[in-house]
């Protein structure tokens, strides 16, 4: 197990307002890096507070949000589930516009977002805008400290232009970088390149290492990912003992399985971690430490869903506040566990809250009994009746809904193995426990209505 602790996890004290207003995740970062999973001390000062929109109003106000997984809910590779587009006709008016505000938290990451809400329209049938969706790589956008140094980046399809699109200006993909120090790659034989470059030294030094989703041919990456971290970024160098801590590494998804097509799971992002985790430990005797581990299930990503679905909320004319998040997955590991421990989150932040709102209420009372009524008006002070601790209390609480198309199978028993992200261990068995198991989607959508009381 990792010593040197790893990853955004979201613990500490931080201001969501501030974050997504000066899209700075700085001084976020800097407070919870090295934060272990358990901790207890930390407090939170979080604004999620909605505003009316003046758009017309729905006819009938929903109190929740959904955030719907998309591979193994909605689809199998590219095969959609039955009941999937049924489930959708249920979210949406008769002009097709949705009436709950709806969020897809996807692992996925080797497209951009606007292709994948395409994808999503096609398949449902609704059309579906790029801010509903929120990937595995979407909360970088705020790593905002690393948009200015060279990043090799490795995963496979349009990943230049997914790092660019999220702020990076000075990208080396792992490829390029083979092309760059050709000696480097040499477990195929065949495309062992012999000779090196002679511009090898003049190659400007690589600062951080970007994990988008897993490569298509892992020795290569995982061999020159290590010869970066080992190198201090210029892998011509040969150190006499590697550099320790290490380079940044961001890494995205960390899904060890993921469903398609096949009647079993198949390697995920995740999987490619192992390989790299293991192999810098044999080799260094040290594990490799994550700046910063986003998609789910970290709770960063589940930050960013949530407001995202609150924008999304307002955009459709919901004035009330929304109380409750429902996330839809298929990953015990993944979508159950990252809820839930963002619901534990939520607990945290709505208890700060209360407890803020309720010394600013004595605070209040004191002063009023000091005070004449003249005094209070002309300080602005607020009449305890205005105070509505409810509007501005926001979320308060996310629950997990398990379908059974995907990657959980009850058949199979996961027994002492435990597939959570080596940075997430040891996880908690009552954080992978749903609050809900239904069959499919729709059945998913029909207990929420349910339980929610809206039609
Ligand atoms: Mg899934």
Redesign the pocket.
Known sequence: MATAMVGIRLGCSINVKSIYETGCLFFLTANLFQRKFHSKSCSHVVQTATKSNPSPATKQQCKFGLLF?????IVRGRNVLPHSVEAFQKLVDINGNFRVPTIFV??AGNTMRHQKAQQLSDWLGVQINEQQVVMSHSPLRMFRQFHEKHCLISGQGPIVEIAKGLGFTKVTTVDQLRNCFPTLDAVDHKRRIHVPCAFERYFPRIEAVVLFGEPVRWETSLQLILDVLMSNGLPCESLPIAPYPHLPVLACNM?LQ??AEACTARFGHGAFLVCLENLYKKITGKDVIYTALVGKPSEITYLHAEHCLLQEARKIGITSPIKSLYAI???IN??IFGANLYNHYIQKRTKQKRKEKAEVLAHVKVTAGRSRETDLSRMGIIPEADFNLEVEEGVISCKSVLVHT??YNQDFDEGDFDHSPRDFLPAEAALKEPTYKVEDVLSAVNLIFNEENFS
């Open positions: 997984d998309i591979d193994g809910v996807t692992n899904d993921w469903m997955g298929d990953n993944t979508d995907g990657v």
